[in-house]
């Protein structure tokens, strides 16, 4: 019998319109493009004078924003671990068989979940210190990272273990596997694989959202662009307001990709382990009786 399929395989047709559609699509790219680049270089955007304040040890500019991105990965990467974990063991509390567990850990997820993370900030920063606990500009953006990302995460978590087939953990079961060992040794290793992507997705709007401690003065990228702007414009004006901004700009974009390519790598060899593959079924022992569908 034939695999259904949820759709048609396009015809000539549907392959020459498709094709059209993508050709007027990159014109109408290339044309929005080039009318950018146009207007920039009516400005005088375009020159390299400008430009090579990014790149001059003596303006001090790249050692600034270099120090800004130190600042930023540094918020980043302890927000992400952090959430991580902290999400992982909400998404393993919220399936838990005990009905008080599971109330406070939902409680927890859904606060955080819906407070703005510009609120969890703020209340960190400036409303903290009225109950005599005073933070750092880095710990509270941290913790504000950390409190909302693993809200976020816990429910992704959650998702991607509610997504694996529930024969797998019933076969696990069977084995004689303690529930940890079966959420260890089978769930999880598949709910990771499936929600790698969307995981990535959501650890790079983390990394984004340290932008946020413009707010609080933590010089991160955004800050530490702003304050570049502030120091030059006196002197030229708004000559390199621009440059700086796009400088800054450049880096969140270079380093999330890099954070995609290295998800991208850990998927590929995640799909090559054999442990990792051979979780996708529970392997029974040699003297367990195969099942026939007749009473054995």
């Known amino acids: 019998m034939t695999a259904p399929v949820l759709f048609d395989l396009p015809g000539p047709k549907a392959r020459a319109r498709i094709r059209i559609g993508t050709v007027i699509g990159a014109l109408v790219v290339l044309a929005v493009v080039a009318f950018v680049l146009v207007r920039l270089g009516g400005n005088g955007q375009l020159e390299g004078q400008r430009w090579s304040v990014l790149f001059d040890p003596n303006s001090g500019v790249p050692q600034a924003l270099g120090n800004a991105l130190v600042a930023t990965l540094k918020v980043a990467a302890v927000g992400m671990v952090f959430a991580t974990l902290l999400g992982l063991l909400l998404a393993v509390g919220r399936l838990s068989d005990h009905r008080l567990v599971r109330i406070v850990v939902t409680t927890v997820i859904e606060f955080f979940r819906a407070i703005p993370l510009l609120v969890v900030i703020f209340a960190l920063y400036f409303v903290l210190p009225s109950f005599g606990i005073r933070l750092s500009a880095y710990a509270a953006l941290t913790c504000g990272l950390i409190l909302y990302n693993m809200a976020v995460l816990a429910e992704i978590f959650r998702a991607g273990i509610l997504s694996v087939d529930r024969g797998q953990a019933e076969a696990a079961s069977g084995l004689g596997l303690r529930k940890s060992q079966v959420m260890r040794l089978v769930l999880l290793p598949q709910a990771i694989r499936r929600m790698l992507p969307v995981l990535v997705a959501q650890l790079v709007v983390l990394l984004k959202d340290s932008s946020l401690g413009f707010i ?81």
Do not use: W
């Open 216 to 296: 609080i003065g933590y010089f991160e990228l955004l800050r530490q662009a702003r304050s570049l702007v502030e120091y030059f414009t006196p002197r030229f004006g708004s000559e390199y307001t621009f440059q700086l901004y796009v400088g800054a700009g450049l880096i969140y974009i270079v380093v999330n990709v890099l954070l995609s390519q290295l998800a991208k790598y850990i998927e590929r060899r995640t799909s090559r382990n054999a442990k990792t593959a051979a979780t996708h079924a529970v392997a029974l022992p040699a003297d367990t009786p195969a099942v026939t569908g007749q009473a054995v």
